[in-house]
């Protein structure tokens, strides 16, 4: 079969390419057009940009220009416009930082206060005890006014006697069986009415039996020392103490500070100062024993040299050896030495409640029990001196000498300088008669055969 080379393959058309040709004309005068409005804009572009430069820099001249004429107007710098400025703040703000310290201190302080109130008010409702008011008195009833005549006995023997013994003043008003024991020291007190009692009982009413039972009352005034001393202890929750030192808290209950009974006054001040140290965080034992002990000088007579109450107290409590905590409390207790730590404040402001609310103390019986001691004081510190009683309120010293060491021709003499060294070292109203005794007894037993 003959191949027709007559027929053609089939190729693009004239028409087709003019026209693609016109369509790539037209786009690049597109992209001409574009690229022409492109570099126009970047040419507006870049103009703006100058003059925003221009600007900026005319603006910066402008403040650089402003920044000098202040400085020369101010006569400062830049640096210390700055520096000011922060002072300023700083001050403000210091201002205001006060403000709210002293407002944050008062709100503190009014409820410190509350607080404080609150506190006392609950410690001394723990501290409520039975008070009664003491004198210098004690009243014993008679059975009939014939006794005052047994009393006083023959030519007032018998009287003397338990005078001398005891240490009182025997007094008979006109108050029918009624008979009154006046003396400063009420252990002394308590002696002679035990020993009145006991001898109306018996109705031996002799010189001897009445020196007989005074003696046996003071021995059995002393266990009846040694059981207060017990109780008070136990009251407040102390206990294994040393058993001397419990018999000298047990004279709290015969002794007497400004009117104030001392056993009332150590039991109302110990409840105050534990529920104060409970509150506030302290040691309460170390507390409850300084409250209890902080008077104890009071009463030590032989146990501690001479010196104010709280001296002798610590010198007590050193011997005892007590811990150096509590010592320091009963130091510090009335402010003779700076406080050492929460429990003496504490202890000193549970003595101060106790001590200084209405009706607690009476100024005038502190004095004059002051005085009588110091009158027997200076009695007693003459050699030969026995013992020495203040009677009659103070105005008479009744003096007992050692019958072997003062002799009768030296008595007068005696009399004579203890009557001058108490009227050069104690002031009192009127005179005092001092009185001094020498006795000599000669005792025997007889033997039946």
């Not at 607080?115 to 609950?122: C, F, M, N, R, V």
């Not at 300084?290 to 007590?316: F, M, N, P, R, S």
């Not at 905590?325 to 009335?334: D, F, T």
């Amino acid at each position: 079969m003959q191949k027709s080379f007559g027929s053609s393959n089939p190729s693009t058309d004239p028409g087709q390419t003019l026209q693609s040709n016109s369509d790539l004309t037209d786009k690049q005068a597109e992209l001409a057009k574009r690229e022409g409005i492109l570099e126009e804009r970047e040419r507006q572009n870049e103009g703006k940009s100058q003059l925003l430069a221009q600007k900026l820099d005319a603006s910066d001249k402008v403040r650089q220009d402003l920044l000098a004429k202040l400085e020369k107007v101010s006569s400062i710098s830049l640096e210390e416009a700055k520096k000011l400025l922060l002072e300023n703040l700083e001050k403000d703000l210091a201002s205001e930082v006060s403000k709210k310290i002293r407002e944050a201190e008062d709100q503190i302080k009014l409820a410190t206060d509350e607080k404080s109130k609150e506190l006392l008010a609950d410690a001394m409702m723990h501290g409520l005890t039975d008070y009664v008011a003491e004198f210098t008195t004690s009243t014993v009833t008679l059975p009939d006014e014939e006794t005052k005549g047994r009393i006083i006995g023959k030519e007032g023997r018998n009287i003397r006697t338990f005078e001398q013994s005891t240490g009182v003043d025997v007094l008979m008003d006109e108050t029918p069986g009624v008979l009154i024991l006046s003396s400063f020291d009420p252990v002394r007190r308590e002696i002679a009415r035990v020993s009145l009692e006991r001898l109306l009982k018996d109705g031996r009413i002799q010189p001897q039996r009445i020196e007989e039972i005074v003696e046996a009352t003071k021995q059995d005034i002393e266990k009846i020392m040694l059981q207060e001393g017990e109780r008070l202890c136990h009251q407040v929750g102390v206990y294994n103490l040393p058993a001397e030192l419990v018999t000298l808290i047990g004279r709290f209950k015969y002794r007497y500070s400004y009117g104030q009974n001392l056993i009332q006054h150590t039991l109302e001040e110990t409840k105050i100062g534990i529920a104060l140290a409970a509150e506030l965080g302290a040691n309460v034992n170390i507390v409850k024993l300084a409250c209890l002990l902080h008077d104890i000088g009071k009463v030590a007579y032989e146990d501690a040299d001479e010196g104010t109450h709280v001296d002798k107290g610590v010198q007590v409590l050193k011997k005892y050896n007590l811990p150096q905590e509590v010592i320091n409390c009963v130091a510090e207790h009335h402010e003779d030495q700076p406080f050492s730590s929460v429990e003496s404040v504490v202890a000193y402001l549970a003595d101060a409640i106790s001590g200084s609310r209405p009706g607690a103390r009476r100024e005038d019986i502190q004095g004059y029990l002051k005085r009588i001691e110091d009158i027997e004081k200076i009695a007693t510190s003459f050699e030969g001196v026995d013992k020495a009683f203040a009677v009659a309120a103070g105005r008479e010293v009744r003096v007992i000498v050692f019958p072997e060491r003062v002799s009768d021709a030296e008595l007068p003499k005696l009399t004579y300088d203890i009557a001058k060294k108490i009227g050069a070292e104690v002031v009192v109203p009127g005179q005092i008669k001092v009185t001094a005794i020498r006795e000599v007894r000669a005792t025997e037993y007889a033997l039946s055969s």
